[in-house]
């Protein structure tokens, strides 16, 4: 329901509590809402309750108490709407890049075309034209990365979550994949929530972090680097002075 | 140094003709009777002598007749029970035991029983061959299914697939061995890809002859 004055969030997350049986709660509470078109970082240590989080507002897991509102209704169940990439690829390997891209479609009904259009120009705009054809085992880890990626992003889902996508790459690859994800992302419009555990990462990649510990969200900031973000603003005054912030605070939430 | 692969094959190749020989040495050398052990090279007199003159034939024929049949019950029947235990824990629960149990039975002891159920033709000895081949397969298939990974069934979820399509496009791959992979891949596809009406239009299309005459 539209109340009067207050805009409706994209995503909002009411008082979600999330608990396995006879142990203390992994989400205890959380409250966050995100507007169309904005990217969000969720930051915290190992075991903080993040990527519980993310599950549930993929719809994979469902909240004890509270609830999940994507666009106006209740998440029901995970679907189409919402695109997902996981800590390691997990792509097919029995099937070309290609086809890895295209196993969303593929899933709800026969691909024709468009969609093996579309899957390629993902795969050229993520660099990795040449190698629709070849299959995972023939990809190095970023390339695996990034065909992960496109296969999020090939049924154009309005909300995409990423669960530490980049945490096994080096680091060159990993600036190279988070520039690629901006832009792709920016491009489409995509809202996106990335978990991440690296204050660097968050820093870069979000308009706003949130931090977690302990299940509750504790702290959170709205970055206002200019967009596009470069590679160079790394080293700025501006975006150290961030880390530093919430570096403190991370260190702060852990004693 | 290593033996490259076909040095290898040809060692062994070169071990079998010795032990031929040796076999061959030793029944000449102490004189044995062709009934206690015959040499390899009456061995291969009969041989020939039997299928140049026609008598093995027919005994070949049905020997290979009843080893497909029942390689083919065998395993379709295997490859079924597989799947099915291998999604339902119930069912695995209540029939494993008895599978078990069926396999401690040796089956060439049932074979004079087969007979006296089923009389001397085909058929016991295609059940037979069959029942040799059936838990292998079956037992095969539901660990293969089992070792799916957690992410890779997390992923199909959240692509909103059905049972069936998690089984036929993860599962059943997954559990291949990966030369076989690619193979099975084309198959699943056309299974579940798309609805039946349209993969039965497709095959339509592929036989033309099987459709209609138009005007």
């Known amino acids: 329901m539209r109340t009067e004055g207050a805009t409706v969030a994209f995503l909002d997350i009411e008082k979600v509590v999330f608990t396995y049986p006879g142990r203390a709660p992994v989400v205890d509470g959380v409250d966050w809402r995100m507007q169309a078109g904005e ?9 903080c309750g993040k990527t519980t989080l993310l599950k549930l507002a993929a719809g994979l897991l469902k909240p004890q108490s509270g609830r999940i509102v994507l666009r106006g209704g209740e998440l029901a169940a995970p679907g189409p709407q919402v695109g997902f990439m996981f800590q390691a690829p997990t792509l097919l390997d029995w099937l070309s890049a290609l086809d890895n891209v295209l196993l969303p479609v ?27 054809q070849h299959h995972p085992r023939q990809l190095s880890g970023g390339q695996q990365s990034r065909v992960a990626l496109a296969r999020a992003l090939v049924l154009e ?40 555990h690296d204050i660097n990462e968050a820093v870069y990649l979000g308009d706003r972090i949130a931090l977690m510990h302990g299940g509750r969200i504790v702290e959170n900031w709205t970055i206002t680097l200019p967009a596009p973000r470069m590679q160079a603003m790394r080293h700025g005054p501006a975006f150290n002075d961030y880390c530093a912030r919430v570096r403190a605070a991370m260190d702060g939430a852990g004693t | 140094m290593n033996p490259t692969p076909m040095q290898a094959r040809l060692l062994a190749a070169a071990l079998f003709l010795v032990l ?6 030793v029944v000449r050398q102490w004189g044995l009777s062709a009934l206690v052990l015959p040499a390899p090279s009456a061995v291969a007199q009969a041989l020939w002598s039997g299928l140049a003159s026609g008598y093995f034939w027919p005994h070949v024929r ?15 029947v295997g490859l079924l029970a597989g799947m099915a235990l291998a999604e339902s824990e119930l069912l695995e629960r209540v029939l494993k035991p008895y599978v078990v149990v069926s396999q401690v039975v040796p089956k060439l002891a049932l074979a004079p029983l087969f007979v006296l159920w089923f009389g001397f033709g085909m058929l016991p000895t295609v059940l037979i061959t069959a029942l040799i081949c059936f838990f ?80």
């Open chain 2, 20 to 25: 031929l020989g040796l076999w061959e040495l």
């Open chain 2, 136 to 215: 292998p397969l079956m037992e095969n298939t539901l660990t293969g299914l089992r070792q799916t990974d957690a992410q890779r069934l997390q992923l199909f979820r959240m692509l909103g697939a059905t049972r069936l399509q998690t089984l036929l496009r993860l599962k059943l791959p997954m559990g291949l061995p990966p030369s076989l992979r690619g193979c099975a891949w084309p198959w699943c596809w056309r299974w579940s890809a798309s609805s039946w009406p349209s993969s039965w239009v497709r095959a339509k299309a592929w036989a033309p002859w099987s459709s209609p005459p138009r005007a």
């Open chain 1, 106 to 132: 593929s899933l709800q009904r026969r691909p024709t075309p468009q969609d093996a259009q579309r899957a390629l120009r993902l795969l050229d705009q993520l660099g990795l034209a040449s190698h629709a």
């Open chain 1, 157 to 196: 889902p309005p909300l995409l979550l990423l669960d530490e996508p980049f945490a096994a790459l080096d680091a060159i690859t990993r600036a190279e994949l988070q520039d690629d994800l901006l832009r792709t992302c920016r491009e489409r419009g995509t809202t996106v929530l990335f978990v991440t």
């Open chain 1, 39 to 47: 990217f969000h970082c969720l930051l915290g240590r190992s075991g």
């Open chain 2, 62 to 76: 049905a020997t290979l007749q009843a080893l497909f049949l029942g390689l083919a019950a065998g395993s379709i």
